[in-house]
């Protein structure tokens, strides 16, 4: 088994150095997940690793379908030849579900930073996408269930014989466990000083990120509000929000780069 990752040249603050691609050989061929942004340098780098790793190709998978990770799925098709496209949703040759095998992939349905996010274990290695990564944390959009249902995701992780992630932004992380006991604590740390901030009387969007995500730059403030929304939805479903609690306004789209 190979894992090899490509970078595409996409920095910025919501995907840190850009993003991970990987192509993935396996005895019956070649994969990739997550072809990244439709970047005509990186699609190149990407038909090139498939040819240099070798084996017949076959095909694609998405973690989820946020542009810079999708977008250059028809470019790499173009350049490494046709091949079926793996993912929850959209207009995909075979949609995945969790509990589902693929080749040498076992789906992880890990709901929060997107509805339709999954991750793909092949055999000790976690293709985290944006569910975790390599350095910093992700936004949690707010569909319904999405908090409780990523902090779920996270265990039901941490439960696996994992010994690396390849997350979808951000370094390689060399330990699995260390780091989801990390993404979860964090989670509910950052649970329990909003609880806390509600309890001393704040109820405005300004003042629960001001004293919640006070350390997120202003760039990162409207993720910042769209994970707040999560939060007090996950408060909301619990029966544990106070009354008159600003929310709030959630874009029509889970893309972060709206």
């Given at each position: ?36 942004p ?29 542009g ?20 929850a ?19 992880v ?15 000790e ?46 370094p ?10 990390e ?9 329990a ?21 006070s ?44």
């Open positions: 088994m190979q894992i090899r990752g490509v970078l595409a040249p996409n920095p910025g603050p919501f995907t840190l150095d850009g993003t991970n691609s990987y192509v993935v050989r396996d005895a019956d061929g070649v994969w990739v997940v997550d072809p990244g439709g970047i005509a340098s990186h699609l190149d780098a990407l038909a090139a690793a498939i040819a240099a790793i070798g084996g017949p190709w076959r095909g694609v998978l998405l973690t989820h379908d946020h810079d990770h999708a977008e250059g799925v028809p470019g790499l098709l173009d350049r490494a030849g046709a091949a079926p496209v793996h993912a949703r959209g207009a995909v040759d075979v949609v995945l579900a969790d509990g589902d095998t693929l080749g040498p992939f076992s789906v349905a890990t709901p929060g930073h997107a509805p339709d996010h999954l991750a793909f274990v092949v055999g290695e976690l293709l985290s996408g944006d569910s975790v990564l390599g350095r910093g944390s992700v936004f949690v959009w707010p569909t319904p269930g999405a908090l409780s249902g990523y902090l779920a995701a996270l265990q039901r992780l941490r439960e696996l014989p994992l010994r690396r992630i390849h997350p979808g932004h951000g390689l992380v060399a330990d699995a466990h260390a780091k989801l006991d993404y979860r604590a964090h989670r509910l740390t950052r649970e000083a909003l609880i806390s901030a509600l309890a001393n009387g704040h109820r405005t969007i300004d003042a629960l990120l001001d004293d919640v995500w350390e997120v730059p202003a760039v990162l403030r409207p993720a910042a509000a769209v994970t707040l929304a999560a939060h007090l939805d996950k408060l909301d479903e619990e029966r544990r929000l106070p009354a008159g609690v600003e929310r709030p306004a959630v874009p029509e789209t889970d893309s972060p780069e709206v």
